[in-house]
T-cell receptor, first 115, second 109 residues
Framework: DTGVSQDPRHKITKRGQNVTFRCDPI?????LYWYRQTLGQGPEFLTY????????KSRLLSDRFSAERPKGSFSTLEIQRTEQGDSAMYLC?????????????FGPGTRLTVL | AQRVTQPEKLLSVFKGAPVELKCNYS??????LFWYVQYSRQRLQLLLR??SRESIKGFTADLNKGETSFHLKKPFAQEEDSAMYYC???????????FGSGTKLNVKP
């Protein structure tokens, strides 16, 4: 499968714990995006990388959230001191500027439940 | 401010009937508009983008800058079209990405 992959697919944690999610984009894609989706809503933009540079970070992202893409390939999203309001589906997407098409390809998501 | 509005949460039509899923946006400049679809138990995938001006699975969407709309249309709905549809706006020059809240299309036999 050469699509975007995310790990884990599901995560249950207790309030106050830290969690980390991983996203592996399509290999030749230079752009990578993180979104959060809650029930009944569309994806909400969190942050965006072009290669290893983090170009934009939403105001939705509190200081407890951090994302990295150290080598311009996979990315991690960490949430520190989780709160119940962090429960959501976290989606990763990637795209390529090289083909001239910025179509975002989405991963299956990581569903986070904070107890 | 809501940048992308999809006024209908649910749209039910009978097989063979025309369908129109509404999308209105609020953004100055020249954004790109997209429609994404999510079938049951599958990931989000691109259906259409306005700059391609193509028809995919019988769906078309025209960008109307005067009305700031990007409605998705299909003349004859099929049962396999039942899914969640999301309208999205991207402004790469400003690194802005917005999705609507989605419309669930239910095509009845």
């Amino acid at each position: 499968d050469t699509g975007v992959s995310q790990d884990p697919r599901h995560k249950i944690t207790k309030r106050g714990q830290n969690v980390t999610f991983r996203c592996d984009p399509i290999s030749e894609h230079n752009r990578l995006y993180w979104y959060r989706q809650t029930l009944g809503q569309g994806p909400e933009f969190l942050t965006y990388f072009q290669n290893e540079a983090q170009l934009e970070k939403s105001r939705l992202l509190s200081d407890r959230f951090s994302a990295e893409r150290p080598k311009g390939s996979f990315s991690t999203l960490e949430i520190q001191r989780t709160e119940q309001g962090d429960s959501a589906m976290y989606l990763c997407a990637s795209s390529s500027t090289g083909t001239g098409s910025d179509t975002q390809y989405f991963g299956p998501g990581t569903r986070l439940t904070v107890l | 401010a809501q940048r992308v509005t999809q006024p209908e949460k649910l749209l039910s039509v009978f097989k063979g009937a025309p369908v129109e899923l509404k999308c209105n946006y609020s953004y100055s400049g020249s954004p790109e508009l997209f429609w994404y679809v999510q079938y049951s138990r599958q990931r989000l995938q691109l259906l259409l983008r306005h700059i391609s001006r193509e028809s995919i699975k019988g769906f078309t969407a025209d960008l109307n800058k005067g009305e700031t709309s990007f409605h998705l249309k299909k003349p004859f709905a099929q049962e396999e079209d039942s899914a969640m549809y999301y309208c999205a706006l991207v402004a790469y020059n400003f690194n802005k990405f917005y999705f609507g809240s989605g419309t669930k299309l239910n095509v009845k036999p």
